[in-house]
């Protein structure tokens, strides 16, 4: 492999032992240097088009970790910006970094990135339990991940919050929304099913109490021929017996003691509700 393709592998910069590992050998990264190739640092190299946050975690020896990895595993997350959070074998952090201390696995084998075990692990030790809980169900829901993988990984009575954070996970949702509503359903003590099948409408996304349908509408739900299908399911369930209500990002995501208000009342609107 050249030099070339193989910092392209490693997301455009890496350390020797990496490049060579990948096949790549002293005499082609001095010819490299000569072409272009830059080095930062001694054992360093970078294409001119490597992003500079990279570099800098190679300078730094450092790995992203918890919520600053979570693009990189493609995991939810309701916002990563903000410093970085960091594992260096030191304990060292840099310019704001949040630091991170502890792996429990190897890290990705050509990218300054935890692995994703130890990154949900910090996860659930740092964040609060609604940043934490949808990236820890991403990646069950993926398969990539499994609740007792990480619950074994996360022992004693100082990892208790984060064992809490996990009786949360649910397989299957369809999106983050889908998560934070059901949750925030849950711990208020209502009965929830999630992705429940109607005869004559299809999966809905929630079902509350047996009898209140909860959809989630994300930001691409706009469309006017996506309205129009919404409110015929909405039709035809409320045909059925069912109640319907409609929530979008900015309620879940921003608002959801106000989502909770309005489903409280509904369900004790009903004559035989639950309060």
Sequence with gaps: MDVETALAACGGAARRPVLARLGVDDAALRRAVRAGVRQPARGLYALQT???DTVGLLLRRQLLTCISAAPFYG???LDSSGPAHVYHRRGDAFDGDVPHGGLLLPPHANMPVASLGDVLIHALRCLPLRESLIMVECAVGRGDMTVEFLRHRLPGRRNGRAREVLQWVDRGADSM????ARTCFRQAGIQVEAQVYIDGV????LLLEGWLVIELDGRQHGEWTQVKKDQRRNNRSVVQGYTVLRYYYADVVHSPGRMLAEVLAVLAGRPGGRL
């Design 202 to 205: 299809g999966y809905v996304d």
């Design 177 to 180: 929304l889908e998560t934070l």
């Design 50 to 52: 490597a992003n500079p």
């Design 75 to 77: 995991l939810w997350v």
